[in-house]
């Protein structure tokens, strides 16, 4: 099936600077597909060419079948939502909405019936003649999403949209967007740096590090099965132990590292250096029970009680972290506590480039 947004070999530089490199994403129609990386990583520059408002150096983008790499931004009929809203502040709720449907010459008599129906699914309806000024953060917000949405773009593209908020409202209007942009059908490109938000709402999530996507996969297999150790740092946290396989064969590996022999799955040579984690759930506060588990001997740092669960850190060094998660009731004393985790939640990598 052709994809409803095709983006082929994008690349941009400024300068010397490459910012995004060969950069491909292709998503069908409805999907939401959130960008997620450090600052700097090149989401935005990406959404500016999506958008029409930066030229790429090279690369293809197909929206709708249609190639709209050469059509100035309002023909692309791609709606933008970025960080500071950027709403009229001398025109109502309703002007804002309908700023765009009246730039394209719509109908009067079909203006009003669609501006009240996109008000009234951002539950907004009741503040149609509002000034900008007298809405809160998150009323603009959603002002913001109308009037994007308001001209029935093939796709959206949203620039952090939620970040000015505070974390309770920020939690519901993220809710809220995703159940909107569902009951439109509506494509959507997220930009976000918050992991949290990017795993709570996309379909798929695209994790990119300096101007490349490291992993596009849905939220649960990017979680589960990172496909590096920067997908791995980047999202979630871990325990991660490097070190230096003694023995392999079979899909099996036994892995020296500073607190002793880990066992694992995976193809490596004898003697690769490797980096061994696993999911800070994943670890029970016990010696390995049986041979289908690995641990070690953790040297406890700090514990932090969280409300639901606690968090235990371990004192490591060398660049080695350790980070477990148990029940908040679980009672832990002592300086030194044995952990274990089934070898088949071991994750193995090269080990990353100690230059990186
Ligand atoms: N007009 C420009 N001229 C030169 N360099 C630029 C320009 N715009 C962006 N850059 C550089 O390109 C890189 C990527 O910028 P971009 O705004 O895409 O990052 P981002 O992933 O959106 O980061 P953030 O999370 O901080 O918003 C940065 O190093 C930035 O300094
Ligand atoms: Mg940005």
Redesign the pocket.
Known sequence: MEAHLDIAGVG?R??Q?V??EDLSLAMRKGEFVS?L????????????ILAGL?SPDGGRLHLAGRDIGRLPPHRRNIGVVF?NYALFPHLTVFDNVAFGLRARGTPREEIAPRVRRLLDMVRLGPMASRAIAQLSGGQQQRVAMARALAVNPELILL??PLSALDRKLRETMQVELRQLLRELGMTAVF?T?DQEEALALSDRIAV?NA?RIEQLATPAEIYARPASPFVLDFVGQSTALHGEVVEAGDGRLSVQTAYGVLRAQGHFAKRARVLVAVRPERIAPRPAPDAEWTGIDLPLAAQTFLGSRRLLHGHLGGGDRAIVELPAETEISGDMLPISWRITDTLVFPAPDVAE
Do not use: A, W
């Open positions: 941009k400024f300068r600077t910012v995004l960008l990386g450090p600052s700097g990583c090149g989401k935005t520059t990406l959404l500016r930066l960080q620039d952090e930009v740096h990119m101007g």
